[in-house]
C-alpha cells in the first residue's frame, strides 16, 4: 500500500506560476499527475518514468515540467504560464508494488484568475 500527498495548490493569476508536489510513502515507479475541471473527465497532464524519461499532454508542452526526486519518493510539477483553463482539481498517481497497483492522492486544487 502506498500514500500520496500533494501540496502547492492555490490561487495564482493568468500567467502566474505554481509547483506542485507530491510525497509518497515508499519507493514507487511510474509517476503521473492527472486533473479534473469541474463537469470535466479526468485527464493525463505529465508523466515520469524512473530513468527520468517524461511525456506530457499536448495542452501543457512548454509551459509544465515534470520531475522527481526519487531519493524522496517525490514528484514535482512546475507549472508555468498558467490560464484559467488549467484550473482543476491536480491528482498525483503512481505505479507501485508487486503486483503493480495504481495509487491515487487526494488531489489539491489549483485556480488560475482571469
Known amino acids: 500500500q502506498v500514500s500520496l500527498v500533494e501540496s502547492g495548490g492555490g490561487l495564482v493569476q493568468a500567467g502566474g506560476s505554481l509547483r506542485l508536489s507530491c510525497a509518497a510513502s515508499?519507493?514507487?515507479?511510474?509517476m503521473d499527475w492527472f486533473r479534473q475541471a469541474p463537469g470535466n473527465q479526468r485527464e493525463f497532464v505529465a508523466r515520469?518514468?524512473?530513468?527520468?524519461?517524461?511525456d506530457y499532454a499536448n495542452f501543457v508542452v512548454g509551459r509544465f515540467v515534470i520531475s522527481r526526486d526519487s531519493a524522496k519518493n517525490t514528484m514535482y510539477l512546475q507549472m508555468n504560464r498558467l490560464q484559467p483553463e488549467d484550473t482543476a482539481v491536480y491528482y498525483c498517481?503512481?505505479?507501485?508494488?508487486?503486483?503493480?497497483?495504481?495509487?491515487w492522492g487526494q488531489g489539491t486544487k489549483v485556480t488560475v484568475s482571469s
Open positions: 498517481s503512481v505505479l507501485a508494488g508487486n503486483p503493480t497497483n495504481r495509487y
Open positions: 515508499g519507493r514507487v515507479g511510474i
Open positions: 515520469i518514468r524512473p530513468d527520468g524519461n517524461s
